[in-house]
């Protein structure tokens, strides 16, 4: 939207009401235009500036709203005041906001919007982002699915505002899984399968230590030597977990790409198995640590012996866990980075184990644990391949890759194209984001490949639709007619509604009855400007998103 011109009506309004112009912005929107009707551009909706709660005293809205636009006046920018109902309404100079939306569009490119006066002012921080963040010897499930979608979009976000931000990828690389994993490869484990496909032998070994730890207590006792050794740097239960580590991180790495994510640093909590136990010291210096009957310490936050309030922080064999090393790494990471936000992106089971952690920082005397952050989100329930349980990332990226080849191949509309099955990925993995983004994030919601693969509606597949329609526009028409804007040709509403809200859903109505074959030469040409600039404006909405756009579909 011409946030520009919501914030000239903001200027008026603030010298009327005596209010700051950011106040006012919010409550000013943009009103579709209908090709029947004409209405207004923008509208102020008076009812969200009253603060007064109390119906009783609460002044009429409508009453207002006629006294309030007796006081504005016409200008270069508006062209026309009235009221409607509890609303002050605003025609504005539709080709000085064509012009200006058009030229502002084109010459600001990939960071259109990012250079308004609202964010202009922003300062830039250091952010640090853990998300996805895989168990090396677990299933790389939905979960982690989620968690980067979600991270990869705050990342992307921040950084387009200009923050400067580290990807961070923290492996579950450590923990009594991986005594576990060593004493099972030991037992069942095959260095053919291992170098061919490590995450998933490695999947299949733990799988199978299990159901055998589960029968036979001696197989738990090995396991929990074999971790032993591993925290006290036994170099040849390091080395095979060293392996382990390093073919996963390959694998993933692989993986990420066909995501289009990619890492600053990974991570893991084996980083921090020596530093933990500096933070155990640390926290019995401090009078915090207890022992209990069992030989566990625990930290108990809140004070009184509250037990739903105490966090475990040490096996009674002297082993650390996953807060501990959380608590390392938090630290850790201050001292690295210096970050002014620090953001956890994991599932909403994870909430009190975060309350945690940062309650024990702060107790810990660190008055920085107010900048870590926990954005939990909900689970998704039903994700299934035609072989079954979803087990990897990988087996959902093939789904979907195979899914939109056979739906493309079946619309008579779909062109001949270079690469189908990447196509096909990138259209599949937008609609997968947007289905995932669509719903309340905390909220666990069942995953339906039919809705994710529509193509009508609030869709993936529509957006890339869409932008490939616009590209072949482009192509097919560029070279002969962008010379000039010939803003006065753009005056129809369904133009303007375009130009106000630079929507997919808007332009590809307007594509339909917006011709540029057969049209004059200066109209088609002005077309084909507004048509560019909405294709530009939705590529960098869908980069955001962590979508890559595709040209031809």
């Given at each position: 939207m011409a946030c520009g011109f919501r914030r000239s009506i903001a200027r008026q309004l603030s010298r009327v009401l005596d209010l700051p112009p950011e106040n006012l912005i919010k409550s000013i929107s943009a009103v579709p235009i209908s090709k029947k009707q004409e209405v207004a551009d923008f509208q102020l909706s008076v009812d969200s500036l009253l603060k007064s709660s109390d119906d009783h005293s609460r002044p009429n809205i409508q009453d207002q709203a006629i006294r309030l636009a007796e006081k504005l006046k016409c200008d270069t920018v508006v062209s026309e005041i009235s009221t409607g109902e509890g609303t002050v309404n605003f025609k504005i100079n539709r080709e000085l906001l064509t012009k200006t939306v058009l030229q502002q569009v084109i010459e600001d490119g990939s960071k259109y919007g990012l250079k308004s006066e609202l964010f202009s002012g922003l300062p830039q921080k250091k952010i640090v982002i853990e998300f996805s963040s895989p168990n090396v010897a677990k299933k790389f499930h939905v979960g982690h699915l989620?968690?980067?979608?979600?991270?990869?979009?705050?990342?992307?976000?921040?950084?387009?505002?200009?923050?400067?931000?580290?990807?961070?990828?923290?492996?579950?690389?450590?923990?009594?899984?991986?005594?576990?994993?060593?004493?099972?490869?030991?037992?069942?484990?095959?260095?053919?399968?291992?170098?061919?496909?490590?995450?998933?032998?490695?999947?299949?070994?733990?799988?199978?230590?299990?159901?055998?730890?589960?029968?036979?207590?001696?197989?738990?006792?090995?396991?929990?030597?074999?971790?032993?050794?591993?925290?006290?740097?036994?170099?040849?239960?390091l080395a095979l977990w060293q392996r382990f580590r390093d073919l996963s991180i390959e694998e993933y790495i692989r993986i990420y790409k066909r995501l289009g994510v990619h890492f600053d640093e990974y991570s893991g909590e084996s980083f921090y198995r020596e530093k933990s136990q500096e933070v155990l010291k640390l926290l019995d210096s401090k009078g915090l640590l207890q022992k209990t009957i069992k030989g566990t310490a625990v930290v108990d936050l809140s004070g009184n012996g509250d037990p739903s309030s105490v966090c475990t922080v040490m096996r009674s064999d002297g082993t650390s866990l996953y807060a501990t090393r959380d608590l390392a790494a938090a630290i850790d990471r201050m001292d690295k980075y210096n970050f002014d936000t620090m953001i956890y992106v994991t599932d909403k089971g994870q909430r009190k184990h975060f309350q945690q952690v940062f309650q024990m920082l702060q107790i810990m005397g660190y008055d920085w644990a107010q900048r870590c952050q926990h954005i939990p989100f909900g689970v998704i329930?039903?994700?299934?391949?035609?072989?079954?349980?979803?087990?990897?990332?990988?087996?959902?990226?093939?789904?979907?890759?195979?899914?939109?080849?056979?739906?493309?191949?079946?619309?008579?509309?779909?062109?001949?194209?270079?690469?189908?099955?990447?196509?096909?990925?990138?259209?599949?993995?937008?609609?997968?984001?947007?289905?995932?983004?669509?719903?309340?994030?905390?909220?666990?919601y069942q995953f339906s490949w039919d809705r994710v693969l529509q193509s009508r509606g609030d869709t993936g597949v529509f957006l890339q639709y869409t932008h490939a329609r616009l590209h072949s526009l482009e192509e097919t028409f560029g070279c002969g007619y962008l010379d000039d804007f010939n803003t006065p040709y753009l005056q129809e509403p369904q133009c303007i509604s375009v130009i106000q809200h630079l929507l997919s859903h808007l332009a590809a109505v307007a594509h339909k009855t917006l011709h540029i074959r057969d049209s004059p030469p200066e109209v088609a040409g002005a077309r084909l400007h507004l048509f560019r600039a909405v294709r530009s404006v939705l590529a960098n909405g869908m980069k955001l998103l962590g979508i890559t756009p595709v040209c031809k579909m």
């Amino acid at each position: 939207m011409a946030c520009g011109f919501r914030r000239s009506i903001a200027r008026q309004l603030s010298r009327v009401l005596d209010l700051p112009p950011e106040n006012l912005i919010k409550s000013i929107s943009a009103v579709p235009i209908s090709k029947k009707q004409e209405v207004a551009d923008f509208q102020l909706s008076v009812d969200s500036l009253l603060k007064s709660s109390d119906d009783h005293s609460r002044p009429n809205i409508q009453d207002q709203a006629i006294r309030l636009a007796e006081k504005l006046k016409c200008d270069t920018v508006v062209s026309e005041i009235s009221t409607g109902e509890g609303t002050v309404n605003f025609k504005i100079n539709r080709e000085l906001l064509t012009k200006t939306v058009l030229q502002q569009v084109i010459e600001d490119g990939s960071k259109y919007g990012l250079k308004s006066e609202l964010f202009s002012g922003l300062p830039q921080k250091k952010i640090v982002i853990e998300f996805s963040s895989p168990n090396v010897a677990k299933k790389f499930h939905v979960g982690h699915l989620r968690s980067t979608i979600i991270g990869n979009f705050i990342a992307n976000l921040k950084e387009a505002l200009g923050h400067q931000v580290t990807r961070m990828n923290y492996l579950g690389d450590w923990g009594m899984q991986f005594g576990l994993l060593g004493t099972g490869f030991q037992l069942f484990g095959y260095e053919e399968k291992l170098q061919c496909n490590p995450l998933q032998h490695l999947f299949e070994i733990y799988v199978q230590i299990n159901k055998e730890a589960a029968e036979d207590e001696s197989i738990t006792k090995s396991a929990q030597k074999f971790f032993q050794r591993l925290e006290v740097g036994d170099l040849q239960a390091l080395a095979l977990w060293q392996r382990f580590r390093d073919l996963s991180i390959e694998e993933y790495i692989r993986i990420y790409k066909r995501l289009g994510v990619h890492f600053d640093e990974y991570s893991g909590e084996s980083f921090y198995r020596e530093k933990s136990q500096e933070v155990l010291k640390l926290l019995d210096s401090k009078g915090l640590l207890q022992k209990t009957i069992k030989g566990t310490a625990v930290v108990d936050l809140s004070g009184n012996g509250d037990p739903s309030s105490v966090c475990t922080v040490m096996r009674s064999d002297g082993t650390s866990l996953y807060a501990t090393r959380d608590l390392a790494a938090a630290i850790d990471r201050m001292d690295k980075y210096n970050f002014d936000t620090m953001i956890y992106v994991t599932d909403k089971g994870q909430r009190k184990h975060f309350q945690q952690v940062f309650q024990m920082l702060q107790i810990m005397g660190y008055d920085w644990a107010q900048r870590c952050q926990h954005i939990p989100f909900g689970v998704i329930r039903g994700m299934k391949t035609r072989r079954g349980d979803v087990t990897f990332l990988e087996d959902v990226l093939n789904e979907i890759q195979l899914r939109m080849l056979q739906n493309m191949s079946s619309v008579k509309t779909t062109k001949e194209l270079e690469n189908p099955k990447e196509t096909a990925e990138k259209v599949g993995l937008a609609a997968l984001i947007i289905q995932d983004f669509k719903g309340s994030l905390s909220s666990d919601y069942q995953f339906s490949w039919d809705r994710v693969l529509q193509s009508r509606g609030d869709t993936g597949v529509f957006l890339q639709y869409t932008h490939a329609r616009l590209h072949s526009l482009e192509e097919t028409f560029g070279c002969g007619y962008l010379d000039d804007f010939n803003t006065p040709y753009l005056q129809e509403p369904q133009c303007i509604s375009v130009i106000q809200h630079l929507l997919s859903h808007l332009a590809a109505v307007a594509h339909k009855t917006l011709h540029i074959r057969d049209s004059p030469p200066e109209v088609a040409g002005a077309r084909l400007h507004l048509f560019r600039a909405v294709r530009s404006v939705l590529a960098n909405g869908m980069k955001l998103l962590g979508i890559t756009p595709v040209c031809k579909m």
